[in-house]
């Protein structure tokens, strides 16, 4: 069963803490993205990666960071520098400019 | 860098009348243009896409029209159901970098 799998659904983490968020496909990608949805501001571009040991900054990188040292996997961090870390997080993944498909997402609360 | 519009932003419609999203976008290069849906708390999915060789294509209920003249694309539903209620997305992209951007999203409410 070809897809896109985001661990955990939810998660909550307290102020000054880093967190990881798990990306895994098993669609044979090159491509994998990631994605934070806000209410009301659609999806912005956080970070990707075309292609294993490699990714560049999205339009707000800044306060997470990546790794994509394994084809199917593509970790997010969302570190303590991110000031308001509370969203909705989306992983995609495409091969050779064609569609994105999209993970279920993982909710990323801050207590 | 690229911009897209989407309007509106929220649209309510009853049980077998057309719905209709429109967007805007402001690169020229662009020229991938594919529409998400997204029901509440999941991932969206592609529901149909265009590219700029043609002007409409149709599946089903859905089409899209895009004309690259005045940079703008629709999305259209004919004969809504209520299980069409849900977010749209439209976004554009250039086809070789893989890189999208998206509208705000449309929340289309088919009432019965």
């Known amino acids: 069963d070809g897809g896109i799998t985001q661990s955990p659904k939810y998660l909550f983490r307290k102020e000054g803490q880093n967190v990881t968020l798990s990306c895994e496909q098993n669609?044979?990608?090159?491509?994998m993205y990631w994605y934070r949805q806000d209410p009301g501001q659609g999806l912005r571009l956080i970070y990707y990666?075309?292609?294993?040991?490699?990714?560049q900054k999205g339009d707000i990188a800044e306060g997470y960071s990546v790794s994509r040292e394994k084809k199917e996997s593509f970790p997010l961090t969302v570190t303590s520098a991110q000031k308001n870390p509370t969203a909705f997080y989306l992983c995609?993944?495409?091969?050779?400019?064609?569609?994105?498909?999209f993970g279920p997402g993982t909710r990323l609360t801050v207590l | 860098g690229e911009n897209v519009e989407q309007h509106p932003s929220t649209l309510s419609v009853q049980e077998g009348d057309s719905a209709v999203i429109k967007c805007t976008y402001s690169?020229?290069?662009?020229?991938?243009f594919p529409w998400y849906k997204q029901e509440l708390g999941k991932g969206p999915q592609l529901i149909i896409d265009?590219?700029?060789?043609?002007g409409e294509k149709k599946d089903q209920r859905i089409a899209v029209t895009l004309n690259k003249t005045a940079k703008h694309f629709s999305l259209h539903i004919t004969e809504t159901q209520p299980e069409d209620s849900a977010v749209y997305f439209c976004?554009?992209?250039?086809?070789?970098?893989?890189?999208?951007?998206f509208g705000t999203g449309t929340r289309l409410q088919v009432t019965l």
């Open positions: 669609l044979n990608h090159d491509a």
């Open positions: 976004a554009s992209g250039d086809g070789t970098a893989s890189k999208l951007t």
């Open positions: 690169d020229s290069a662009s020229n991938y």
């Open positions: 265009i590219r700029s060789n043609v």
């Open positions: 995609a993944s495409n091969e050779g400019g064609d569609t994105q498909y």
């Open positions: 990666s075309q292609i294993v040991n490699d990714f």
